[in-house]
């Protein structure tokens, strides 16, 4: 059974980063793609970027040039870098194997003004 566990949120200022984590259970990880996704309130669920087996990337055009999605499959971990944070990043993130379509129970990330 696959299981996603985030960490690394947080409050911080604008200006500010963050790096999260997603660790996963399982040997499925290393063939799969694996996607960051947020929710704010009041908002839908929303992809911010994902990325294949193989280390291709695809990012949200609102969080292009700031964040940075990578994998390490020897831990089974997928990292979010987010630099320049802004407020309007503030959301709960959740980690999603994509083959599988499991997700993790989210992170809480806020940014303050």
């Known amino acids: 059974q696959v299981q996603l566990v985030e960490s690394g949120g947080g409050l911080v200022q604008a200006g500010g980063s963050l790096r999260l984590s997603c660790a996963a259970s399982?040997?499925?990880?290393?063939?799969?793609?694996m996607g960051w996704y947020r929710q704010a309130p009041g908002k839908q669920r929303e992809l911010v970027a994902d990325?294949?087996?193989?280390?291709?990337?695809r990012y949200a055009d609102s969080v292009k040039g700031r964040f940075t999605i990578s994998r390490d499959n020897n831990k089974n971990t997928v990292f979010l870098q987010m630099n320049s944070l802004k407020p309007e990043d503030t959301g709960v993130y959740y980690c999603?194997?994509?083959?599988?379509?499991?997700w993790g129970p989210g992170t809480q990330v806020t940014v303050s003004s």
């Open positions: 990325i294949t087996r193989g280390g291709a990337t």
């Open positions: 999603k194997n994509i083959v599988t379509s499991t």
């Open positions: 399982g040997t499925i990880f290393g063939i799969s793609a």
